[in-house]
Nanobody
Framework: QVQLVESGGGLVQAGGSLRLSCVVS????????MNWYRQAPGKQRELVAA???????NYTDSVKGRFTIFRDNAKSTVYLQMNSLKPEDTAVYYC???????????WGQGTQVTVSS
């Protein structure tokens, strides 16, 4: 059974930092690409950052230079370091991957990030 469990969300003032973690089980973590999505109230879910198994990374334009995605294969964990947070970063953040065999998506339960102005 594949499980993705996020943690690290919370309330922070604008300009502050948070680090999100996503612990993954049920797959061979090191060979999977991992993604962080977010969904703000009334908006569609959007891809924020992605990391491949080779640790190539990509970011949506609005977070470039502020967010960093990285992984620790020994801990089966993917992280999202968020610096210089803005109120518009407020959203529920989700960890995500896709089965290499069936293309079925797997999602975590989400963690709330709230940035106050």
């Amino acid at each position: 059974q594949v499980q993705l469990v996020e943690s690290g969300g919370g309330l922070v003032q604008a300009g502050g930092s948070l680090r999100l973690s996503c612990v993954v089980s049920g797959i061979t973590f090191s060979v999977y690409g991992m993604n962080w999505y977010r969904q703000a109230p009334g908006k569609q879910r959007e891809l924020v950052a992605a990391i491949t198994s080779a640790e190539t990374t990509n970011y949506t334009d609005s977070v470039k230079g502020r967010f960093t995605i990285f992984r620790d294969n020994a801990k089966s964990t993917v992280y999202l370091q968020m610096n210089s947070l803005k109120p518009e970063d407020t959203a529920v953040y989700y960890c995500h991957t896709v089965s290499r065999f069936t293309t079925r998506p797997y999602w975590g339960q989400g963690t709330q990030v709230t940035v106050s102005s």
